[in-house]
């Protein structure tokens, strides 16, 4: 409990730290059939390039939770106008409730968006991220997550999106999944 605490107030510090110089500052909501999650953002744009912070929390059905922060880098338009890529870090801890397990540690992955030609700002975003078992600690020897998802700009402030996100965790005796499915949600920026 000691470690989520701790991951949350860093989590919390260092949006607070950024939001005094971002171009927007948000919440978002995620739901999935068995799990939900709630985060925050803030987000910078500065010429091409775009650096996202967010921080989230996850809990699912199983009493599991997952508590992580992030930083995106995105470069838009390098290989096409309409496609935006990018590396993203990310710092998590998940604990497993009924095998009373913990695993921490540094997830590096790739970002993708790509705005479709719609009238409507919309897009189809795909990130792949990975925890090797060098910078994995605790009671897990890797991390894994990749997703895809569309969305589409509801209102000025407010995007919506639908997608499918796995997030696993492989162990000595086995392999836990923390989402593995269908989910809904939306964005909201100040």
């Known amino acids: 409990m000691k470690k989520m605490v701790k991951a949350a107030a860093l989590s919390l510090a260092c949006l607070i730290t950024t939001s005094v110089s971002a171009n927007q500052v948000g919440l978002s909501v995620k739901l999935a059939d068995e799990s939900a999650r709630i985060g925050m953002l803030s987000e910078t744009e500065w010429m091409q390039e775009i650096y996202r912070f967010e ?14 922060t992030s930083i995106l880098y995105t470069n838009k338009g390098t290989f096409d106008p309409n496609l935006d890529v990018g590396f993203r870090a990310k710092a998590a801890l998940a604990t497993l409730d009924e095998a009373n397990e913990t695993t921490y540690g540094a997830m590096l992955g790739i970002y993708a968006r790509y705005w479709l030609p719609t009238p409507v700002p919309s897009a189809l975003v795909g990130e792949y991220l990975n925890s090797p078992q060098i910078i994995t600690f605790g009671d897990g020897e890797s ?48």
């Open 143 to 190: 991390m894994e997550e990749y997703s895809l998802r569309g969305q589409i700009q509801l209102l000025r402030n407010l995007n919506g999106f639908v997608g499918y996100r796995y997030f696993s965790i492989k162990g000595d005796v086995a392999d836990v999944d923390l989402e593995d499915g269908w989910h809904v949600g939306i964005e909201l920026s100040f």
């Open 55 to 68: 921080a989230g929390f996850q809990y699912n059905e199983n009493k599991d939770y997952l508590v992580d």
